[in-house]
């Protein structure tokens, strides 16, 4: 990946706001974003595991690797993508102890994969430069454990929320029949990581050249740790 940075393009972005949205092309909207002096992907790991050593022990400070004096309206800066699940007990600012910017962060039930999700992604490493990836699963996921349920009993539930469990029960098929809903957990999120890297082309090149990488880790509601695998 080429990671030198990109510079926020003032007057495309001041041409986008007045054009009509449906006309908008994705070099018009990828210039809207402002994106940090790179990182390694150990680096950015790195800071993730430093911040949750501070959520976990009190010590937060709401940590900002933004470059100093900078604004949000001046762009964006994170060094690490998120995708998470949309519980509202896991918040992966908090969970990191970093302050907004620093994050990119992707929400959706039982962190699956989809188009949408793709895109997102893609977007974070393509035009923002962000080094890491991370798919983060979290204990007592209540779309992992519809699809738990689901595979016990041999009944989808209506509508899209079927959608959603068929998504998950690849990852949880082939476990043994007394796993645990940790267990679960841990396997839809190596399959959603996985997903990733199958699927984007895009992201594939750049962990191909080591400049992205993605990893897969479990936050425990109680303990507060995130544990990557």
């Known amino acids: 990946m080429n990671i030198s940075r990109r510079s926020m393009m003032i007057g495309a972005v001041g041409a986008a706001i007045t054009m009509p949205a449906l006309v908008l092309s994705s070099t018009a909207f990828a210039t809207t974003e402002v994106s940090a002096d790179a990182v390694s992907p150990q680096t950015a790991l790195q800071r993730l595991r430093l911040g949750n050593q501070r959520y976990r022990s009190g010590d937060t400070i709401k940590k900002s690797y933004s470059p100093p ?11 690490a993508t998120v995708l998470s699940c949309s519980d509202s007990r896991v918040d992966p600012e908090d969970v ?108 594939a090149k750049h962990t191909s050249d080591g400049s992205v990488m993605i990893t897969q880790a479990t936050y425990g509601l109680g303990s507060r740790r995130v544990a990557f695998f």
């Open 69 to 79: 004096g900078s604004k949000y309206v001046q762009g964006q800066w994170p060094f």
């Open 96 to 203: 990191f102890d970093l302050s907004p910017g620093n994050l990119f962060v992707v929400r959706v039930a039982g962190n699956v994969v989809d188009n949408d999700v793709l895109g997102s992604l893609e977007y974070s490493v393509e035009h923002l430069n962000v080094p890491l990836i991370v798919v983060l699963g979290h204990s007592m996921c209540g779309a992992v454990a519809a699809a738990d349920e689901s595979l016990k009993s041999g009944v989808i539930p209506a509508q899209y929320i079927g959608d959603l469990v068929e998504k998950i029960l690849p990852a949880i098929r082939p476990l043994p029949t007394d796993h645990s809903l940790a267990t679960a957990v841990a396997a839809n999120a190596q399959q959603s990581a996985r997903q990733v890297q199958a699927r984007s082309a895009v992201i």
